[in-house]
């Protein structure tokens, strides 16, 4: 029987675990409710037309099956999440800003390393921006990749134009709005056989990451004082570190704008 987790409404897997995947709230706190007649969040989701044309993107960029997890899937459109349902958690001490608009596929995360770390309880929710092929790379890899690794395809990662030279640092954010900006995630022309429309479809990468181990500072993309995230300052949505076993990702995040 599926069931849900009381303090994000994510679904977690059925085995005996202690906390949600999605949230890191402690099952053994409080007994785990199982949804109400009237939650029909599950229903909506599954009949999303949204969540279907992210799938049909995400099929198109043929990854392999096996590095997804399924039972973290999620869509945030405004359908399957709904505006009075909170803009944000709170995870590891840190502000979780839901990612509204996107739907999540679910990755597969090394077991060892999620309880070594406990990094559902300890680590605090990131985005990391990028194309499909260097988020491939670093979710097929296994880890993140720094300037000068090399791709799946043999290209190697340098820094985008225009962003910071010579520093060796992987960029996440505590926002999505700051990690899908154009910058960061190019969008690449998609025609759904479903729909017959034409889409932008742009990849984030959702992650936990370990606290002590990257700085905060300010956005890098020019904004200057136009405000990028409702909820994080300017001053505080770049996160880096030259730690990348310090970044684990969890959901690959697809959004599609629709175009002509
Ligand atoms: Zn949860
Ligand atoms: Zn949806």
Redesign the pocket.
Known sequence: MTRR?V??H?ITPPNNINY?P????DFRRRPIQQPSSNDNDGKLSHSCEYKSVCVEYLRSLNWNKDLFNREFNRCYCKNCYRDSFPDTLTEAGSLYVIPRGWCRFGLQVDKVRADVDNIWRNWIVTYHGTSAVAAQSIVAHRQFLIPGDKRIDGKKIAILPGHIDEKFHIYTSPTIAYSGHPVYCPSVRFQSNITKKYYNARIVLQCRQMPGKFQVQRETIGADNKRICPIIPNNQVEIFTTVRASIVPYGLLIHLAETN
């Open positions: 987790c303090a994000c994510e949600c999605n949230c890191g709230h």
